[in-house]
């Protein structure tokens, strides 16, 4: 089976670098998301990691650590809009990925 | 191009009464999953279809729960009869190819069962 572990909520103040982490513990392993969802909405895609180490995409980046069975989203220059759930997923050895229970970042002038 | 389509967007039903939902995937796109989000919580997986075939159903409820892709595009989601934690959001996703590339997620059926 597989267990997935993030933060239930984080605050941040606008303009700021946040950090949120994602532990997991999986048989087998073929990659690692993360999504955004706010209040309402569908989940849209943020990033994939299937390789250790950071991806860059703007004011978003991701990391991977394989070994430690580690991720972290990190958000910069943050905004009001970030507001939303922040959701890690793991596909493992099926192949299916399975979600976290999301972190809710509420962010604040 | 078009995204994932889901109906309805929200429905009310009494416990006992049936429901369906119907996703349209992205044109291509060979897998499809449902997934059901119960409010604060992440998304948990029904079933997996790859074209018209169940890859994972392990967690569907298959005494009340039945899904179909017949043709191996739309798919339907039903629930009879329905309980109060059934109360949920239901996510269709789908993506090119099983184990590569991300999902893509519809808006989601709302249903609230009273």
């Known amino acids: 089976g597989q267990n997935i572990d993030q933060p239930t909520e984080m605050t941040a103040t606008e303009g700021a670098i946040v950090q949120i982490n994602c532990t997991y513990q999986t048989s087998g392993f073929n990659g690692l998301f993360w999504y955004q969802q706010h209040a309402g909405e569908a989940p849209t895609f943020l990033s994939y990691n299937v390789l250790d180490g950071l991806e860059e995409k703007g004011r978003f980046s991701s990391f991977l650590s394989r070994s430690k069975g580690y991720s972290y989203l990190l958000l910069k220059e943050l905004q009001m809009k970030d507001s939303a759930s922040y959701l890690c997923?793991?596909?493992?050895?099926?192949?299916?990925?399975?979600f976290g229970r999301g972190t809710s970042l509420i962010v604040h002038p | 191009e078009a995204g994932v389509a889901q109906s309805p967007r929200y429905k009310i039903i009494e416990k006992r009464q049936s429901v369906a939902f119907w996703c349209n995937p992205i044109?291509?796109?060979?897998?499809l999953y449902w997934y059901q989000q119960i409010l604060g919580q992440g998304p948990k997986l029904l079933i997996q279809f790859q074209n018209n075939g169940v890859v994972d159903d392990s967690q569907l409820p298959k005494d009340r729960f039945s899904a179909e892709r017949l043709k191996g595009v739309d798919s339907t989601l039903k629930i009879q009869p329905a309980k109060l934690e059934d109360s949920a959001v239901y996510l269709c996703?789908?993506?090119?190819?099983?184990?590569?590339?991300?999902?893509?997620f519809g808006e989601g059926s709302r249903l609230t069962v009273l």
């Open positions: 044109s291509g796109h060979a897998t």
């Open positions: 997923a793991v596909r493992g050895g099926s192949y299916i990925p399975t």
């Open positions: 996703a789908s993506s090119l190819l099983q184990g590569a590339g991300e999902l893509f």
